[in-house]
């Protein structure tokens, strides 16, 4: 495929910055970028656009088997060593991970359909079926309408909170410590979005069913913990940058809380996320702020660490035969 559009995320900005995620250190050099978009050329799908599952798992172990491919021990998966990803102008990936790009989507936006997957993927395991026409009523047994909070509004919380939205969650609390990103939250359908201080955290004292912690920090963990009703669910969907978290474990077992942590999404998820954004139930406009062209990717990942923005997209552009 000819690659033409590639988003820039917090795992990419890891390997860039640290040269590693948690314990996993790169050991040779590495192309980045799985938030793919492009054109297929050749074969039978000749000139389709499509974007891509950035994840191929092996479909021959048991996890496969047992239908959670994204847990899968023997994976490639594209930007992750050792496996190069999408900053070049042509890749080649299974055809079976490549799904159909509705000409309504604009290649721009199209990497954000990953992000959009995993927040799915996501709902899902706080269950929520974004799919149902009331599943957020179904899942809220108390009748007075389901209250969710995420907490760090980057593109993936930002994301999530539509999601959330076109699900029909009641409230929407949304966190950052950037006032763009708060500011993003509420454009995004936030019903409460706060700027967090140094200190504690004022959305802690913000009682929700279900928390996304979407940050990979723990303050950002303590605040979901803290935040979530006896009983809920906290969701852990950030990366952090070492190896180990922490969170207030007496606030976490008083409350019999559920910890959940987050990877990727399951194959179907990508589809689902096309048809959502295709039709219209979730909106990803607004959410690119800055574009740059292949030849200018360091300074790309000089505006990623800033966090100046919200979503930073890379076109590769035309390609030269």
């Known amino acids: 495929m000819r690659v033409t559009a590639v988003g820039l995320c917090g795992s990419d900005l890891h390997w860039y910055d640290e040269g590693a995620i948690g314990g996993t250190a790169l050991a040779a050099p590495l192309v980045l970028g799985h938030e793919l978009a492009g054109v297929i050329e050749g074969g039978a799908r000749d000139g389709e656009r499509v974007v891509i599952d950035p994840a191929d798992p092996c479909e021959a172990c048991d996890e496969c088997r047992a239908g959670r491919g994204r847990l899968c021990a023997r994976m490639r998966f594209a930007g992750l060593a050792p496996d190069d990803g999408g900053l070049r102008t042509r890749l080649a ?188 139930r979730v909106s990803l406009d607004g959410l690119v702020t800055h574009r740059f062209g292949l030849e200018d990717a360091q300074e790309a990942f000089e505006v990623l660490a800033s966090r100046a923005g919200l979503k930073v997209v890379v076109l590769p552009g035309p390609v030269a035969d």
């Not at 604009?106 to 996501?122: F, K, N, R, S, T």
């Not at 509420?186 to 940050?215: I, K, N, Q, W, Y």
């Open 93 to 280: 990936w299974p055809a079976s991970r490549c799904a159909a790009l509705p000409d309504a989507i604009p290649d721009e936006v199209a990497p954000l359909l990953e992000v959009l997957g995993i927040a799915i993927h996501a709902l899902d395991l706080a269950g929520i079926r974004i799919d149902d026409a009331s599943p957020a009523a179904a899942a809220d047994p108390t009748g007075r309408g389901l209250r969710a909070g995420v907490y760090g509004a980057g593109p993936v919380g930002l994301v999530l909170v539509r999601a959330l939205r076109a699900a029909g969650v009641a409230e929407v609390v949304a966190t950052d410590r950037l006032a763009h990103r708060v500011t993003a939250a509420t454009a995004s359908g936030a019903s409460t979005a706060l700027l967090v201080p140094e200190g504690p955290d004022p959305a802690a004292r913000v009682p929700v069913d279900v928390a996304f912690e979407c940050a990979g920090t723990d303050e950002a963990l303590d605040t979901a913990v803290r935040a979530v009703l006896p009983g809920g669910r906290v969701l852990a969907i950030g990366i952090p940058s070492g190896e180990t978290s922490t969170y207030p474990a007496s606030a976490a077992r008083r409350k019999e809380v559920g910890l959940q942590l987050v990877r990727r999404m399951e194959a179907p998820d990508l589809g689902r996320a096309v048809s959502l954004v295709a039709s219209g």
